[in-house]
């Protein structure tokens, strides 16, 4: 079963310009309006040092790899 994320919900007011060139970005990486605000939101934070960047579980394959 899938973990379950509590998500908060806000408006956001951009005027049509941003609006338009958000819509096309969104498009050409296939993703909705509302997740690519959300991609580009964590990326800022994560760049930002604000927002941990997520761990990476080790697998056999990354360990055997990093021991020889």
Request: charged letters at 35%.
């Amino acid at each position: 079963m899938a973990k379950k994320t509590e998500n908060k919900s806000f408006v956001l007011r951009v005027d049509a310009a941003t609006m338009d060139a958000l819509e096309r970005w969104a498009e050409d990486e296939f993703r909705s309006i509302n997740g690519q605000l959300q991609w580009i939101i964590a990326d800022a934070l994560r760049r930002s040092g604000r927002l941990k960047k997520p761990k990476v579980a080790k697998t056999e394959s990354n360990t055997a790899s990093s021991e020889e």
